[in-house]
């Protein structure tokens, strides 16, 4: 099971950091991702993490805003977002994938979800 969490309502330019917490072990071949969907569109990808290399992985649209980590020791996985934009604004879920090597960016090749946390963008 996944449990997200640290969404809220900001204005532009501010942070915010969201956790993922998983109440399995995550293994060292799982990806662990975020994506997020706003109102009437489809569910995009926005950051990604190979758990054994920490090797991590964002879209143009994040690139140099959003920071993906993870610490091993409390099987959790975070999300800094900084300067934030309107267009950020979205729920923001958290996904496990358990094959190594998949590619990160596809929502269909992730096994399990957490509930997802809304994230609010005031201009």
């Known amino acids: 099971q996944l449990q997200a969490s640290g969404g809220g309502l900001v204005q532009a330019g501010d942070s915010l950091r969201l956790s993922c917490a998983a109440s399995g072990r995550i293994l060292s071949d799982y990806r662990m991702g975020w994506f997020r969907q706003a109102p009437g569109k489809e569910r995009e990808f926005v950051a990604a993490i190979r758990w054994r290399l920490a090797k991590t992985y964002y879209p143009d649209s994040v690139k140099g805003r959003f920071t993906i980590s993870r610490d091993a020791a409390k099987n959790a996985v975070y999300l800094q977002m900084n300067s934030l934009k309107p267009e950020d604004t979205a729920v923001y879920y958290c996904?496990?994938?358990?094959?190594?090597?998949?590619?990160?960016?596809?929502?269909?090749?992730?096994?399990?979800w957490g509930q997802g946390t809304q994230v609010t963008v005031s201009s």
């Open positions: 996904a496990a994938g358990v094959l190594a090597y998949a590619p990160v960016g596809e929502s269909s090749l992730y096994d399990y």
